[in-house]
């Protein structure tokens, strides 16, 4: 990503020189740089404003009572992790700041869930074979990484907090079309990693990586 915001910047400055328009060139650097700073002032708001709820939530027991809710569905999805596990409360955590368009906030959260699945450290394979290595990513890790990618939202507080910033009339217009692409989105990773399970289980275990001789 450096590289090519390096690339548009000299190419940009070198067609300026090319063109003999240097100085909009450097009044739209300057006009640039005066924007991002007005809408990283407009964010701290909106961001201090969820992340207090959701450590209050936290604190209240509030993600306590998300993870017994979609228990159902986390249990079904992240079957290699035990019920008791810590990670549970945090990948309801997590979406819960995905959902909330607070995905600065939720970066930090879902490291946390990786690092615990790291922990697991357990690999499933077909046959009820189980690979315990630590340095390969699990099935659940895969899965939460495709979701937490994909990151459902049904208020996405930042990009609204953009809008404002830069003056736009209905900022909360984008509300309906942003639930509408990450609800297919976010169906479409669970789908495609349960995909790639299967078939890279079927891999493993037609190869002998992970299977038990007997």
């Known amino acids: ?3 090519i915001f390096y690339f548009l910047i000299v190419f940009s400055i070198i067609f300026g020189i090319i063109n003999g328009r240097t100085q909009e060139v450097v009044a739209s650097v300057m006009d640039g740089a005066e924007l991002s700073v007005k809408i990283a002032i407009s964010l701290i708001g909106i961001m201090a404003f969820w992340l207090g709820i959701m450590r209050i939530a936290e604190k209240a027991g509030l993600v306590q009572f998300i993870a017994k809710i979609i228990k159902p569905v986390t249990k079904r999805l992240f079957n290699e992790i035990p019920e008791e ?3 549970i409360g945090n990948i309801a955590l997590s979406f819960s700041a995905n959902a909330l368009g607070l995905t600065n906030a939720a970066t930090p959260i879902g490291l946390r869930v990786m690092q615990e699945l790291q922990e697991e450290g357990v690999n499933s394979c077909v046959n009820g074979c189980v690979k315990i290595d630590k340095d390969t990513a699990t099935d659940s890790m895969c ?3 495709a979701m937490n990618t994909a990151g ?3 208020i996405p507080a930042t990009v609204i907090a953009i809008l404002v910033a830069v003056g736009s009339k209905n900022p ?3 509300i309906v ?3 509408i692409v990450t609800s297919i989105a976010f169906v479409s990773a669970i789908l495609l990693a349960k995909l790639f ?3 890279w289980k079927k891999k493993s275990c037609v190869s002998g990586k992970g299977v038990n001789d007997d």
């Open 1 to 3: 990503m450096n590289y």
């Open 172 to 174: 909360t217009e984008i």
């Open 197 to 199: 399970q299967k078939i």
């Open 152 to 154: 459902f939202q049904i």
């Open 143 to 145: 899965m939460f990484l």
């Open 85 to 87: 596990s810590p990670a």
């Open 177 to 179: 079309p942003t639930m």
